[in-house]
């Protein structure tokens, strides 16, 4: 069953496209936060869903109607728990990722993320995207291709970061298809506070039985942990899961391609990283923001993926 057949028609709270603008604002930040610790990248990734987990732990316990959405969620604990997972795997292969090769390949090649969910979207959801979507995409990673090139020529460390963050785009996807799915008749806390959570116990997990140290950390890397936990975490990655409600999930996805374009300036911007972007990233970013552009338009959703979301709990 297609998620917009879901439930009675209701119209969001607040309108999803702004609150995926600053969503993606706010998920450009994590590429320039990670370059402020030398943590692994297991411990950056757990401590920030960690961090976050009791942040929304907090807002749970205080709103009755997530706390009931939250003993519903057991019907569908297994598709929760593999978001959680496939989340988990994200972060941990795209922060690895920052280690061997730029911000914004790393960031770009993460984004090429709205082909694996246009496909996986089409399967097992029915949402297709009409031929603006596909257009819109299409620009879009060519844009995010364009800023890449210059690493896939260089091979080495730096083809093995590109690896890293394709995966990352991969495991990605399932994880907001997933999300899609179930956000339909979930409520937002309740379904971010399970699967953030497993996310955090396998990333806990990984450090634990790995080199990587759970503590001892700098009060700088803490203050990285937070800044990426209530910023990256909390307004974009929550701020992604409220629209999967009421948008279609490669909809939702093609808009978080503009992220490695603030990335992008942030890296510029700050003179700890001083990443200037040349004549090929600027090019690329132009494309980038074409295609959101061309994909976001009203035409460009397919008739199965119409982009008015129902549910029938809160958002």
């Given at each position: 069953m297609s998620p917009g057949r879901a439930g009675r028609q209701e119209g969001p709270p607040l309108p999803p496209v702004p609150v995926l603008v600053v969503a993606v604002l706010a998920m450009s930040w994590a590429g320039p936060l990670v370059r402020f610790t030398a943590a692994p990248a297991e411990a950056v990734a757990a401590w920030r869903l960690a961090l976050s987990v009791g942040l929304i732990a907090i807002l749970v316990a205080a709103r009755p109607t997530a706390r009931r959405a939250l003993r519903e969620l057991r019907g569908q604990a297994v598709l929760a728990v593999v978001a959680g997972v496939l989340l988990a795997a994200h972060f941990w292969s795209w922060i690895a990722s920052l280690r061997l090769t730029t911000v914004s390949s790393s960031?770009?090649?993460?984004?090429?993320?709205?082909?694996?969910?246009?496909?996986?979207?089409?399967?097992?959801?029915?949402?297709?995207?009409?031929?603006?979507?596909?257009?819109?995409?299409?620009?879009?990673?060519?844009?995010?291709?364009?800023?890449?090139?210059?690493?896939?020529?260089?091979?080495?460390?730096?083809?093995?970061?590109?690896?890293?963050?394709?995966?990352?785009?991969?495991?990605?996807?399932?994880?907001?298809?997933?999300?899609?799915?179930?956000?339909?008749?979930?409520?937002?806390?309740?379904?971010?506070?399970?699967?953030?959570?497993?996310?955090?116990?396998?990333?806990?997990?990984?450090?634990?039985?790995?080199?990587?140290?759970?503590?001892?950390?700098?009060?700088?890397?803490?203050?990285?942990?937070?800044?990426?936990?209530?910023?990256?975490?909390?307004?974009?990655?929550?701020?992604?899961?409220?629209?999967?409600?009421?948008?279609?999930?490669?909809?939702?996805?093609?808009?978080?391609?503009?992220?490695?374009?603030?990335?992008?300036?942030?890296?510029?911007?700050?003179?700890?990283?001083?990443?200037?972007?040349?004549?090929?990233?600027?090019?690329?970013?132009?494309?980038?923001?074409t295609g959101i552009a061309v994909g976001a338009s009203r035409h460009g959703v397919g008739a199965k993926g119409h982009g008015k979301e129902a549910g029938n709990g809160s958002s």
């Open positions: 960031v770009v090649l993460v984004s090429t993320q709205p082909l694996f969910v246009a496909g996986l979207a089409a399967v097992f959801l029915g949402e297709r995207p009409g031929r603006r979507g596909w257009t819109g995409i299409v620009v879009a990673i060519g844009g995010a291709a364009l800023i890449g090139w210059g690493d896939f020529r260089v091979g080495g460390r730096a083809l093995a970061g590109d690896a890293l963050a394709v995966a990352g785009a991969m495991f990605a996807a399932g994880y907001y298809v997933i999300g899609r799915r179930l956000r339909v008749g979930v409520d937002l806390w309740a379904y971010t506070l399970v699967v953030y959570g497993v996310a955090a116990v396998v990333l806990m997990g990984v450090v634990v039985i790995g080199p990587a140290p759970a503590t001892g950390y700098a009060g700088g890397d803490w203050l990285v942990f937070a800044a990426l936990a209530a910023g990256p975490m909390m307004l974009g990655h929550t701020g992604v899961n409220y629209a999967l409600r009421y948008l279609p999930a490669y909809l939702a996805n093609l808009v978080l391609v503009g992220e490695p374009v603030g990335a992008t300036a942030i890296a510029w911007l700050l003179p700890a990283i001083g990443e200037a972007p040349g004549g090929r990233t600027l090019a690329g970013a132009a494309l980038i923001l």
